[in-house]
């Protein structure tokens, strides 16, 4: 009976190890890979819900009338724009929003407000 023994058990573990190893690992790598994205995602919906609301908060005061000052922050839960809004050259008058993250990152955006129109007529950011 000892000498029809030749090892079958071990190989056969073995291979199911190895397989459940590999099944595993690129579960997980899936798992990373999904938490990456949803975290960049999140952070690039912020960011934009970030300079939509500065942009129709100063879009809001100029088609009222009112003044803005040359320079403004908006702080927000997660970080803060600043704004800077030159003079008036004919009708179009540009801003340059910043936006800073509490991880370091800046985005700038630029918009240009037209007077005679009364909004944002074209917008433009930087990296």
Avoid: C
Wanted: hydrophobic share 40%; net charge neutral.
């Amino acid at each position: 009976m000892m000498k029809n023994q030749r090892g079958f058990t071990y190989p056969l573990t073995l291979s199911i190890l190895l397989s459940f190893l590999i099944f595993f690992s690129i579960q997980v790598d899936q798992l990373l890979a999904d938490e990456k994205m949803f975290h960049e995602t999140k952070n690039i919906l912020l960011e934009e819900y970030y300079m939509f609301i500065s942009i129709k908060n100063v879009e809001g005061k100029l088609q009222t009338g009112e003044t803005i000052a040359q320079k403004g922050t908006f702080p927000y839960l997660n970080g803060y724009i600043s704004y800077q809004a030159d003079l008036p050259s004919g009708s179009t008058q540009k801003i340059t929003f910043t936006l800073q993250l509490p991880s370091g990152e800046t985005i700038v955006g630029i918009g240009y407000f037209d007077k005679n129109l009364k909004k944002l007529t074209k917008w433009v950011e930087k990296n």
